[in-house]
């Protein structure tokens, strides 16, 4: 070997120890095209200057609990950030379980940001709390603001989209899903500017105030790379037509109602509209829908993936209808309006289906006779082998059906069966729900998130613990014997990351059992369980990194905790806690 060669050989090793081999610019260039979140964490962890390379390149940052970390250390960390995705609240919050004011308030991370991230352009909010005063300083201190999104938000009204559509002038995105708002009027939607037409997204489904249709139909018109528009039950299906004529470019529609009278000239004008959006793959909405009106879809659904009818009453022989019409559809969301019957359709129409979810209509009628059963889920199974995502809301199931459906369905990742009446068993057999859920855990391998539901003993809890190697959140309600189940768990799911637990009977060897576990994840969740605040002390003990937040009423330290929250963070306490939240 030549003494160059040597040479050269030895700088590359020199290179190798001291840190990477590539040019700082060559390095961040290569680093800006990797999008996955948990790669660009395992990059950061080669050397010091790949460290550094993906600091400095990391334009984008996902934070999936808002009191892991503060504002402060996510600047320090990433200097150039310019679009955030925050989640604040327990996903729990859903469901009423987490006390109004609990806290995930944006405002401090915003004065933060404006101070660093004056080129921030993109915010992805979900349940976090967001004040009209919030939404008016976002919209005043980013001078290149271009895409909002609030998803299940509180705190706000009307008043703050205004000034959203006010002050940013280069808006893209502005995306309103399922949050409590203050629906004041649907004024706001004039406040847009004459001079915006760089709106893409535009979603206001949620709202429920009469908006200015003119004002409306002038942004749509005038903003010719709109590719999503979702609008509210008040727009009715001329003035959808209007839309869809000045928006054939359109990829996701969200429809208003769909029931008001028309003539037949204005009902052909519709189909016609329909038939132009060639490039429609989404489409959501179809508010009290009808079997005429229904037929002027047709024409658009041959390249429909997605169809979310999870607000359309609909019956199974219309669905059945309007799906005959949809040959590539991936995802289906509907209402258990629709049947067995209708998931029979499902069955037959749909062998490219991936996802469904069959959301309860009345999930709180006592005694329904209509609905879903597992009649409904073994046909989907039979006809739709690529399915991987379920969500399943029902009132009956038994353990041989859901064996034959993972069976049939082997490569589910996401299974949440949700049988509504607390504690019920196969309804056939009269026996725990055990053996459907260790049929999940033992076929599936692939599975990541689980919900079980049903009367429910430790055995399921020893099935997950043995087999679901590859779970990362899992939803309990209802379920369990003893401790034991919860240990299990612990003990076996080494890529657990969510753990959520309601009304089940586990104390404080279940909550204990996790100690070697918790700094690994992103959080626990356990309400109306017999956990004490003595064992929540001897948590907050033995791992003083973790933040062990109890709500409860009062009392001792035997005194049950009504709810216990606990949460890896880097950034210690959080300093807004209510009175009523206990830090320990």
């Known amino acids: ?121 993109e915010l992805r909010l979900k349940r976090m709390t967001v004040t009209d005063e919030s939404l008016e300083f976002l919209a005043r201190s980013f001078p290149n603001f271009k895409a909002l999104s609030l998803m299940s938000c509180d705190g706000f009204s009307t008043d703050g989209l205004a ?68 609008v509210n039950r008040n727009i009715n299906l001329e003035q959808l037509q209007r839309l869809l004529v000045h928006a054939p470019q359109l990829t996701e529609l969200g429809t208003g109602s769909f029931s008001q009278e028309i003539t037949l000239r204005q009902y052909y004008d519709l189909e016609h509209a329909f038939k132009n959006c060639n490039n429609l793959h989404t489409l959501s909405g179809l508010l009290e829908s009808t079997v005429l009106y229904l037929q002027v879809l047709f024409p658009a659904c041959a390249n429909l993936t997605f169809l979310n009818l999870s607000y359309a009453t609909l019956h199974g022989g219309e669905l059945a209808g309007l799906l005959s019409h949809c040959p590539v559809l991936r995802r289906l969301w509907v209402l258990d309006t629709v049947e067995d019957k209708g998931l029979k359709a499902v069955g037959l129409s749909c062998p490219l289906l991936e996802e469904l ?80 859920f260790g049929a999940v855990v033992k076929t599936c391998s692939k599975l990541r998130r689980l919900a079980i539901s049903g009367l429910l003993t430790d055995l399921t809890f020893e099935y997950i613990g043995k087999y679901a190697k590859n779970l990362e959140t899992l939803s309990v309600a209802f379920a369990g014997t003893s401790d034991w189940g919860m240990q299990c768990v612990m003990s076996g799911c080494p890529k657990l990351r969510k753990l959520e637990i309601r009304d089940s009977p586990f104390g404080n060897a279940a909550l204990l059992s996790g100690l070697e576990r918790y700094e690994s994840m992103r959080s626990l969740w356990m309400s109306a369980c017999k956990v004490t605040m003595n064992g929540c002390r001897v948590l907050a003990k033995q791992v003083p990194r973790l933040n062990v937040e109890v ?34």
Not at 163 to 188: F, M, Q, V
Not at 192 to 220: G, Q, W
Request: charged residues 25%.
């Open 163 to 230: 000034a959203i559509a006010t002050h940013c002038k280069n808006l893209t995105d502005l995306d309103i899903l399922e949050n409590d708002i203050y629906d004041k009027s649907g004024s706001w939607l004039s406040c847009f500017p004459d001079t915006l037409k760089s709106l893409e997204v535009l979603n206001f489904a949620s709202l429920n105030s009469d908006v200015s249709f003119e004002a409306l139909e002038k942004l749509v018109k005038r903003c010719k790379s709109l590719k999503v528009l979702k």
């Open 357 to 436: 979810r069959v959301f309860p209509a009345d999930p709180y009628a006592d005694n329904l006779v209509h609905g879903v059963t597992e009649s409904g889920f073994l046909a989907v199974s039979y006809g739709c082998r690529k399915l991987h995502y379920i969500l399943y809301f029902c009132r009956q199931m038994t353990n041989e059906a859901v064996a034959t459906i993972v069976q049939n369905c082997p490569d589910f990742t996401h299974f949440r069966l949700c049988i509504m009446n607390p504690c019920q068993p196969d309804y056939l057999t009269k026996q725990p729900m055990d053996e459907a």
């Open 1 to 121: 070997m030549s003494s160059k060669r040597k040479k050269e050989l030895g700088d590359l090793d020199e290179s190798k120890r001291a840190g990477s081999i590539f040019p700082d610019e060559v390095l961040e260039r290569v680093l800006s095209l990797v999008k996955s979140h948990k790669d660009r964490s395992s990059v950061s962890l080669v050397c010091k200057d790949w460290f550094n390379a993906e600091r400095w390149s990391r334009t984008h940052v996902f934070i999936g609990n808002c009191y892991s970390v503060s504002p402060e250390i996510v600047i320090r960390r990433f200097p150039n950030i310019r679009s955030v995705t925050l989640k604040g609240k327990p996903r729990f919050s859903d469901f009423n379980l987490v006390p109004p004011n609990w806290g995930a308030d944006i405002h401090s991370w915003l004065v933060s940001f404006a101070s660093r991230y004056p080129i921030l352009e």
């Open 551 to 584: 709500i409860k009423a009062g009392g001792g330290d035997e005194c049950e905790a009504e709810s216990v929250y606990v949460y890896r963070s880097v950034a210690g306490r959080r300093r807004d806690a209510p009175s009523f939240v206990l830090t320990l």
